[in-house]
């Protein structure tokens, strides 16, 4: 049975830092492409980073380029997402994700995600 394990998620306060992480299998880790989806209440999940197998290229959504960094740990077969300067809108539940296909690692591709997280919830307060 895949898992994908989440942590760090937290109540913060605007302009403030937090550091998530997602911990897997070597297996999955070794072979898929992962990264974080997002959603707030009563809204659609959506496409917030990836990073490729390799580690070698990354993705970021717009609103969150300059704030928000992902990487791996090929020790710990972990992913991090490093947050800074908050802002109330990155306030959602965000989920870990594991994909063969680079391609899905967007707002439309995310019904096709192999593998998700059960989800940390992050809210930044004004």
């Known amino acids: 049975q895949v898992q994908l394990v989440e942590s760090g998620g937290g109540l913060v306060q605007a302009g403030g830092s937090l550091r998530l992480s997602c911990t897997t299998s070597?297996?999955?880790?070794?072979?898929?492409?992962m990264g974080w989806f997002r959603q707030a209440p009563g809204k659609e999940r959506k496409f917030v980073a990836a990073i490729t197998w390799s580690g070698r290229a990354t993705e970021y959504t717009d609103s969150v380029k300059g704030r928000f960094t992902i990487s791996r740990d090929g020790a710990k077969n972990t992913i991090n997402l490093q947050m800074n300067s908050l802002k109330p809108e990155d306030t959602a539940l965000y989920y870990c994700?594991?994909?063969?296909?680079?391609?899905?690692?967007?707002?439309?591709?995310?019904?096709?995600?192999?593998?998700w997280g059960q989800g940390t919830l992050v809210t930044v307060s004004s």
């Open positions: 994700a594991a994909n063969t296909n680079w391609g899905s690692f967007d707002d439309f591709g995310l019904r096709r995600i192999d593998y």
């Open positions: 070597e297996r999955i880790f070794e072979n898929y492409h």
